[in-house]
């Protein structure tokens, strides 16, 4: 009975895979994830991975309509979605072991104090649904020298991307200003929209459901270890390239087959404003 009761941090110690990653320093790595929709996905496989120190941000609450891809039930609908994540990992984690800090902010409304929470991260999860968000979020990671892994789906959960940041190499900026790129996204208008969703049209508009969702916060993830890992000896193989495009069933003159991938280097643009300006 009593081995039913040790959380997942304790049981990952016990697997020969997972010990590996936690011995590697993986614990005392931090990561802060923004936007605790799918991010609280992120932030869970992470966690499962070793990682039980995190800062999660969102001052949005969990709504019925949020659970057909959300990891929190319905016994936290009403809640902050970070604090109800963070009660989430908790269990997962062991309260003797977690080190999740919630944050129930706009980014925008509390710069000082974000500066300072992505100053003490190792590598930064965005997974905001607003293009304002990540523009902010890249400059600042630009400014503070810190790996940040963007994270997205396309409309109706056609595909998704993640795009990572690496210092001296391209951002967001370059990806988002990416002629290639811009044929196939209708960008800033779509995701601006999303900002005030409500619990209805989130359900109805709703870009695709979990499973969808699940695909890509798996690769993000799986990203997010890739970058932690880079300086030390492991045992996990890295994906390699910044910008991984996802098709789920097709992404239109990009991807033609359902459940794969294209991994892409994306080099920095010359004329990025945000690069020319930082790095
Ligand atoms: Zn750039």
């Known amino acids: 009975m009593e081995a039913s009761k040790k959380s997942a941090y304790e049981t990952g110690t016990e697997n020969p895979r997972i010990n590996t990653l936690i011995k590697t320093s993986l614990s005392e790595k931090k990561v802060t994830v923004i936007g605790l929709g799918g991010g609280g996905e992120i932030a869970l ?24 891809r959300h990891i929190c039930g319905s016994r936290f609908i009403g809640n902050n979605k970070a604090f109800a994540v ?4 908790d269990e997962y984690a062991g309260n003797q072991v977690s080190s999740i800090n919630a944050y129930d902010w706009n980014i925008f409304d ?87 969703c409500s619990s209805a049209r989130d359900v109805s508009a709703a870009p695709g459901i979990g499973i969808d969702q699940s695909f890509l ?12 890992l880079a300086d030390v000896e492991h045992s ?7 910008w991984i495009l996802w098709s789920l069933f097709g992404i239109a003159n990009v991807i033609d087959k359902h459940l794969s991938s294209m991994l892409i280097m994306l080099e920095k643009q010359k004329d990025c404003i945000i690069c020319n300006q930082w790095q």
């Open 86 to 89: 963070k009660e989430l990992l």
């Open 45 to 68: 496989h992470l966690l499962r991975s070793g990682i039980v120190k995190q800062n999660l941000i969102d001052n949005d609450i969990l709504e019925s309509g949020n659970l057909v």
């Open 110 to 196: 509390n710069r000082t104090l974000f500066y300072n929470l992505i100053h003490e991260s190792d590598v930064v999860v965005c997974a905001t649904d607003t293009d304002s968000s990540r523009y902010f979020i890249n400059e600042v990671c630009i400014e503070l020298r810190k790996p940040a892994i963007f994270v997205s789906m396309f409309e109706k959960g056609a595909g998704g991307e993640i795009f990572t940041y690496i210092p001296d190499f391209a951002c967001y900026c370059c990806l988002a200003d990416h002629g290639e790129r811009k044929d196939f996204l209708k960008k800033y208008s779509e995701t601006t929209d999303k900002k005030d």
């Open 236 to 242: 996990l193989p890295p994906v390699g390239t910044n």
């Open 217 to 228: 916060c798996s690769i993000a993830a799986r990203k997010a270890l890739d970058v932690l």
